[in-house]
């Protein structure tokens, strides 16, 4: 049967002004759903009735990281407890998206890991802005859409850049993201950073 009941949209703290601006383009109210406790703990309290409607959750797991994750696990799984009929997790920055792979020995796939969370508190669907690598999606059973920024940004960026222009990739995994910039903008061609890190040190690298 057709869902007639509606919409909601739900946030965390990641990045309120986001949620609101987003509310508004699409005439909606949106609900604040988390409080916390003395000892720093995250109290969720959705403040509609979700039963039998679609949520989407406007929540960036970005600094800080770890917190902004356990609310929207916390609030995926109190929309799945109110009886939603899907719940799609909005994360325009995903957390943990540059740690994709086992570089060596004796890590983990940490991307892997915070999808697998996201999907097992009970999203139906995962949204992403300029996710970090296109494996990514592939971690979960889910759907996962990915949306790309340089829709959005590249009237602006011909606005600018009209001639001489040089695209640069900050290192090798950024050179097909570069490529197609520099397509879409008739630049004179793309430069490289070579780039060495120590895996030993974190936040450490040599150009």
Known sequence: ?????????????????????????????????????????KRIIIPENLRRRNVFIIQSTSTPVDS???????IIDAAKRSSAAEVSAIIPYFGYSRQDRKDRP??????????????????????????????????????WDNLYGSYSLMDELKKHFKSNLIVASPDKGGVPKATFYADLLDAEGIAIVYKERDAEKVNVSKA
């Not at 902004?68 to 916390?74: F, R, T």
């Not at 097992?120 to 979960?140: K, M, Y």
């Open 106 to 143: 004796r890590v983990p796939v940490s991307a892997s890991l915070v999808a697998r969370l996201i999907e097992f508190a009970g999203a139906d669907r995962i949204l992403t802005v300029d996710i970090h690598s296109e494996q990514e999606p592939g971690f979960v059973e889910i759907p």
């Open 68 to 74: 902004n994750i356990m609310e929207l696990l916390l």
């Open 1 to 41: 049967m057709p869902n007639s009941n509606g919409f909601v949209l739900l946030t965390g703290t990641a990045n309120l002004k986001l949620a609101q601006d987003v509310a508004k383009i699409l005439g909606k109210n949106i609900g604040e759903t988390v409080s916390i406790f003395a000892d720093g703990e």
